[in-house]
C-alpha cells in the first residue's frame, strides 16, 4: 500500500527558533497534501492544503506567515513552524491524497513538536 | 469537531463486540469514513462507506449508516487487545478531496484481556 513518511518524528526545540518537518509519498504522486494539528485527546485538526507547484491554501484562523507550506515536487510537502513558542507544541499530522474510489488518504506517523 | 460526534471511550472484553457510534450533520456527503490511530502514530483508513448504502461489512468490521437519523456506526468484531486505539469518523460533506473532511473528536477504545 502507499506509504507516507514524516521527517523527523519528534523534535524539542527553543522557544524563539523553526522547525522544519518534512512530508513525503514514498511509493505515489500526491498532487495534494494535506497539514493536521492534533492536541491530546483531540481530533485533527486541519491547516492546509498543499498543492505541488502552487501556494497552500489554509484554513481559517491558522497564520500562513507562521506556519509556512512548500509542495516542492509531487513527493514532499514541508512545513516549517517559524518562530515557534511553547503554545505551538503539537502532533503534526501530513496526510497525501490520492484520487480515486472514496479519495483515499494516507497519512503519515505524525511528529511531535515540543518548544521549550 | 461539532458537526461530527463520537462519544470519547468506549471499553470491551477481548473477544465481546465494540460498536462506536458516530453523528454527522451534513448529509451531502458521497462517502463516510473511519479512521483507526494507535498511540504517536497518524491515521490508518479503516474502511468507508457510500452514501447510498445501508451496510458494508469488511471481515470483522461492519459499518451502519442511518442516513436519516445521520448516524454511522462501526462494529468490531471478536474484538481483540490490538484493537485497542482512538477510532475517528470522519465526513467529507461536499468537498470532493477527503483530505478537507471533518474529524470527529475520536473514540478511545480501550479491550481489556
Known amino acids: 500500500g502507499a506509504v507516507v513518511s514524516q521527517h523527523p518524528s519528534w523534535v524539542i526545540c527553543k522557544s524563539g527558533t523553526s522547525v522544519k518537518i518534512e512530508c513525503r509519498s514514498l511509493?505515489?504522486?500526491?498532487?495534494?497534501m494535506f497539514w493536521y494539528r492534533q492536541f491530546p485527546k483531540q481530533s485533527l485538526m486541519l491547516m492546509a492544503t498543499?498543492?505541488?507547484?502552487?501556494?497552500?491554501?489554509?484554513e481559517q484562523g491558522v497564520e500562513k506567515d507562521k506556519f509556512l507550506i512548500n509542495h516542492a515536487s509531487l513527493t514532499l510537502s514541508t512545513l516549517t513552524v517559524t518562530s515557534a513558542h511553547p503554545e505551538d507544541s503539537s502532533f503534526y499530522i501530513c496526510?497525501?491524497?490520492?484520487?480515486?474510489?472514496?479519495?483515499?488518504?494516507?497519512f503519515g506517523p505524525g511528529t511531535r513538536l515540543t518548544v521549550l | 469537531g461539532e458537526d461530527v460526534e463520537q462519544s470519547l471511550f468506549l471499553s470491551v472484553r477481548e473477544g465481546d463486540s465494540s460498536v462506536i457510534n458516530c453523528t454527522y450533520t451534513?448529509?451531502?456527503?458521497?462517502?463516510l469514513y473511519w479512521y483507526k490511530q494507535e498511540p504517536g502514530a497518524g491515521l490508518q483508513l479503516l474502511t468507508y462507506?457510500?452514501?447510498?448504502?445501508d451496510m458494508k461489512q469488511d471481515q470483522r468490521l461492519t459499518v451502519l449508516l442511518n442516513k436519516k437519523d445521520k448516524h454511522l456506526s462501526l462494529r468490531i468484531a471478536d474484538t481483540q487487545t490490538g484493537d485497542s486505539a482512538i477510532y475517528f469518523c470522519?465526513?467529507?460533506?461536499?468537498?470532493?478531496?477527503?483530505?478537507?473532511?471533518?474529524f470527529g473528536d475520536g473514540t478511545t477504545l480501550t479491550v481489556k484481556p
Open positions: 496526510s497525501a491524497s490520492v484520487a480515486g474510489v472514496a479519495d483515499t488518504q494516507y
Open positions: 511509493d505515489f504522486q500526491a498532487t495534494t
Open positions: 498543499s498543492n505541488e507547484g502552487s501556494k497552500a491554501t489554509y
Open positions: 451534513d448529509s451531502s456527503s458521497t462517502y
Open positions: 462507506i457510500f452514501s447510498n448504502m
Open positions: 470522519a465526513d467529507p460533506k461536499s468537498n470532493t478531496n477527503a483530505g478537507k473532511s471533518t
